[in-house]
């Protein structure tokens, strides 16, 4: 059974960066796409963006300027970071698994969520 | 980007009705079309992957359909737990994006 499990303060002030880490378990992320993708309350899903079985990213272009997404292969984990974070980015964080050789048979296997407010 | 439009943003129904709910592609997508089932306070829930596959472990009344630029998610009897928002979603160019949702209620 694949398992995602997002971790990370719940809290970050303005201007600051928010960092999220999604520590995998049942499958390697050296295989398949690994994504994040957030939802503010109330509202829609959101990608933010991947990383590849390879390593390759690749973010939203609303939001490639702030993000980094990498990858710990030793702890078979990938993490985000957003920064200059303001009010707009209060979300639920998700990670998730994409299927498909290039990702895009859709994301298969989520996260629970990670809860992120911005507020000073 | 490509727009996903669905339709209707939201719906009431009875238990045991059949239930459509539509997205539109702004371009054509072939069939890089994935659905997805968000329940309150819960991750989404992946139902469909290229328009019209079942993902595993999912009730055999949901189904999908369509190719281009559009699609179509089927709920042949609607069950209360299938109370939820329902999500499309395109992964045929990058950025990947997201209908806006459609809110299925029981009446």
């Known amino acids: 059974q694949v398992l995602l499990q997002e971790s990370g303060p719940g809290l970050v002030k303005p201007s600051e960066t928010l960092s999220l880490t999604c520590a995998v378990s049942?499958?390697?992320?050296?295989?398949?796409?690994w994504s994040w993708i957030r939802q503010p309350p109330g509202k829609g899903l959101e990608l933010i963006g991947f990383?590849?079985?390879?390593?390759?990213?690749n973010s939203s272009p609303s939001l490639k300027s702030r993000v980094t997404i990498s990858r710990d292969m030793s702890k078979n984990e990938f993490s985000l970071n957003l920064r200059s974070v303001t009010a707009a980015d209060t979300a639920v964080y998700y990670c998730?698994?994409?299927?498909?050789?290039?990702?895009?048979?859709?994301?298969?296997?989520w996260g629970q969520g990670k809860t992120v407010s911005v507020s000073s | 980007d490509i727009q996903m439009t669905q339709s209707p943003p939201s719906l009431s129904a009875y238990v045991g009705d059949r239930v459509t709910i539509t997205c539109r592609a702004s371009q054509t997508i072939s069939t890089y079309v994935s659905w997805y089932q968000q329940k309150p306070g819960k991750a989404p829930k992946f139902l469909i992957y290229?328009?019209?596959s079942l993902a595993s472990g999912v009730p055999s009344r949901f189904s999908g359909s369509g190719s281009g630029t559009d699609f179509t998610l089927t709920i042949s009897s609607l069950q209360p737990e299938d109370l939820a928002i329902y999500y499309c979603?395109?992964?045929?160019?990058?950025?990947?994006?997201f209908g806006q949702g459609t809110k299925v209620e029981i009446k």
């Open positions: 990383i590849s079985n390879t390593g390759n990213t």
């Open positions: 290229a328009a019209s």
């Open positions: 998730a698994r994409n299927s498909g050789g290039y990702g895009d048979y859709g994301m298969d296997v």
């Open positions: 049942g499958d390697s992320i050296s295989r398949y796409y």
């Open positions: 979603h395109q992964s045929y160019n990058f950025p990947w994006t």
